[in-house]
Structures are given as C-alpha cells and as structure tokens.
C-alpha cells in the first residue's frame, strides 16, 4: 500500500513537471525541425545534399540528453551517418528500457510554407519536416527523462535512448539493429513513432512484415506490323516475336490470383480478413526506347508485399516465386523464359504478445493519462513499419505509440498536434517507472 501510495505521488509530481516543461519540449521541436536530417538515401534526393544531416541533429539533440545526466555515445557505421545512443544509468538492480526515435525524414515537398525547415506554429499545431514523422517523438522522449530528472527519480535499470538513422529507407542495419549490434542492448523497447490516422495516441504491439520486389519477363522483339502473325492462328508464334506486355499480363493475374488465396490463407487474429497483399505500383514495358512501333521485349513490375507476424521473408519469397514459376510452367514462351525476380528490401513483421508484461504496463500507462477520444482500448496493428521490428527480431519486446497523425506524415505541410507531446510524455516516464523497477 505505502509503496502504492508513493508511485502516485511520483506520477503526480512527474505529471506536474511535464506541464511546467512542455513549452521547453516544443522549443526543442523547433529546433530539431530547424537541421535538416533528411535520410539521404530517400528516391529523388542527392545523396551529397543531405549527408550529414541526421549527425547534426543528433548531435543537437546529445547537447539536451547530456545536460539530464545522460552517458552519450555515437554508433556510426555508415560515414556521416551516426546513431545517437544516450544512457540514464540506473541503480544496475532493474530492467533497461529503451525510447527509440529515428532522425531521420522523408523528403520536402512543395507545400503553403516557403522553408520545411522553419517550423511555423497555426494554434495549437506545429508544421514543419519531421514534426511528426518523428521529432515530436524526440521532444517527447526529452519531457519524459527532463521530468524524471527534475523529480528526483532514480530509476533501477537503465533508461535508453536510441535516436537512429536510416528508418525511412528500411536501412536498420546501419540504425537501430547497428545500435543493438553494437552492445546497447535493453530489456524493452517504447517507439513514440505513430501508428494511426487522425491525431490518435492508439498503442501498436505488432505490424505486418513487408517485401519490396521486382519480376522481369523478357519477350522477342519484332515489328509492330508482324503481331498478327505472332498471335494469330496460321502465322509463326513466338518465332515470329513475343510482346513482353502480354506475358506480363500472364504474369500479373498469376500474381493477382495468389493474392486471392493469401485473402484465405494468411490470417491473424489482430489483422482484419484479407489484410496481407501484394500490391503492384510500378510496371514498365518497352523495348529499350519507348515507342510503340516495337513488340517490347521486356517488362518489369515493381511489388510491395506484406505479410503476417509469425512468417518469414523467405518462407513468402519461396511461396511467391513457386506460384508464379508454376503458373508460367503452363505458358511456353514462360516456361522457356522463365520470370526473374529480384527482392532488393524487406522489413520483418513486429509482434510482442499482447498479454505480455511490458505491453501491459505501456498500455496501462497510455490508457492512464491519454484522453479517451485519443484512442480505442488495447493495442492495435500499427498502420506503418518501425524500428520495433528491429527489436522485436532481436527477442526485446516493443511498442509503438507515438504523438502525430500518419495522415500528416510522409506528405506536404507535415504538422503535429502539440497537445499530444506531454500525453505521450507522460506514458512513456510511467513505463520507465513500472518497467525499470526491481
Ligand atoms: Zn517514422
């Protein structure tokens, strides 16, 4: 009961704190928006423009942790590109946690704002690059151990934080799995990144896994004249000249008919029916200069696939590779020329069991202190990969919940709602209380 009894005085205390500093945390917002961190390896972004970027902010961002007390440390495996990694020890008795933010953001896009850099407050939000995808994350983790530290807490294990690079472009080996590489291990993980649409503090346990994929089917190339002999009865065939658009169509419904069957045959019980997909986004076709007269002699389709926590990557690679092997088997041209696949990224799927302590203690911290428009009850699949993949392989439990709206990332005017800064702060230094004990 006395211990009780003090928990909920260093709640209210910490509560308090994070009141009377929240305008600090959307100062330091302000400036983590202000350097540029934009991942450099992002499509259409000059990689020389941008490298750097994400080791300033960090260091901008070691210069806030340090003066908490916090050990700092850089993991660099990439050159120009290192990991910040910022430790408050504990008394060595308790549980580690980690707070995981990446620093780095997409691209800017054209938008109402002359300068993405230049965070411009309209009421209670705050626009600007990364607000919040995910630098609200990083004032959030900031509030949270500010607060801590103003209230006195010594904490039993210790408290981690992990500010990585390369996330946008799925690059952990160089962020998050280079950290836990390098000896920064933890007993949990809390990702303040978001997981739904429309300002929600909604807490996620798991996320799909994903695969991004490209299959080239060849064809023969001809005058455009002679496709009447090569497609019609009486006239040569494929020795005449095969359309690489017409195999791929072949190939596309292959695909599309495997889908289907993944509508029944991949399932789970956090998922909605039909959840898992293999969704086409590029296709490209042509015979090396794009003009119609030709018979196209190749045609590529660009893939991103998701799949369900509990498969792998290569369980799903083997599976699609066999369906569409066998479906071409039936075709002769296919069979002669069989598909190539090249699988050039993925991200495993997240899972910590829903029952288990720590997403109980996250959840009953978030279920505390958010209001209840902010969320539904229990945890939900998040709406986009993160970091906690990353953990989660390594065997460390993880959640994700963070202050920001996915709707607001990835897009123009990216903007966060600053009210949910403090809620998210509060969650997280109510985790490291019940979770960093004894
Ligand atoms: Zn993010």
């Keep these: 009961m006395a211990m009780q ?6 709640e209210n205390a910490i509560d308090a704190t994070i009141s009377r500093f929240s305008g600090e945390a959307e100062n330091l917002l ?9 991942n450099p390896e992002q499509p259409g972004v000059n990689k020389a423009d941008h490298l750097g970027g994400e080791s300033r902010a960090n260091k901008l ?16 495996v990439e050159e120009g590109r290192a990991n910040l990694v910022a430790i408050l020890r504990g008394t060595g008795q308790g549980r580690s946690l980690a707070f995981n933010g990446h620093i780095d953001t ?3 896009q054209e938008g109402r704002f002359p300068d993405p850099w230049t965070a411009v407050r309209e009421g209670n939000r705050l626009y600007g690059l990364g607000a919040t995808d995910m630098k609200a994350g990083h004032a959030a983790m900031w509030l949270a151990i500010k ?14 934080i992990h500010s990585v690079v390369g996330e946008e472009t799925m690059s952990h080996e160089i962020g998050t799995t280079a950290v836990l590489d390098a000896g920064y291990q933890v007993d949990a993980a809390f990702v303040p990144e978001p997981t739904s649409s429309g300002d929600l503090l909604q807490m996620s346990n798991t996320a799909p896994g994903n695969a991004l994929f490209a299959v080239t089917v060849r064809g023969k190339s001809a005058h455009w004249a002679s496709r009447n002999l090569a497609i019609r009865s009486g006239g040569g065939g494929d020795s005449i000249g095969v359309n690489a658009i017409d195999k791929a ?22 998922f909605l029916p039909g959840a898992f997909i293999i969704h086409p986004g590029v296709l490209k076709a042509d015979v090396g200069i794009e003009a119609a007269p030709y018979f196209p002699d190749r045609a590529r389709f660009d893939y991103l696939l998701s799949f369900p926590p509990g498969e792998t990557y ?3 690679k083997t599976e699609v590779e066999q369906h569409i092997r066998a479906s071409s088997a039936l075709d002769p041209w296919l069979r002669e020329h069989p598909p190539e696949f090249e699988w050039y990224a993925s991200w495993p799927p997240a899972f910590t069991d829903p029952n288990s302590e720590f997403v109980q203690i996250s959840l009953a911290a978030r279920n505390a202190v958010a209001p209840s428009e902010y969320f539904s009850a229990g945890v939900i699949p998040a709406g986009a990969q993160s970091d906690a993949s990353f953990y989660e392989k390594q065997g460390i439990p993880a959640v ?4 920001g709206d996915l709707l607001r990332a990835h897009a123009a005017d990216e903007s966060v709602d600053l009210d949910l800064v403090p809620i998210a702060a509060r969650t997280m230094a109510r985790t490291a209380l019940r979770w960093c004990s004894e």
């Design 30 to 38: 302000e400036k983590l928006v202000a350097v540029p961190s934009v």
């Design 400 to 403: 994700v919940s963070g202050p």
């Design 5 to 10: 009894t003090d928990l909920d005085r260093i």
């Design 249 to 270: 169509v072949y190939v596309y419904n292959a695909m599309r008919q495997l889908e289907e069957q993944w509508g029944m045959s991949k399932t789970h019980p956090q």
């Design 147 to 160: 607060a801590l530290d103003e209230v006195g807490v010594r904490l039993d294990g210790d408290l981690h």
């Design 314 to 316: 290569e369980q799903v």
């Design 106 to 108: 997409v691209a800017p």
């Design 61 to 76: 961002f070691a210069t806030y942790l340090s003066n908490l007390g916090m050990n700092i440390d850089y993991v660099e």
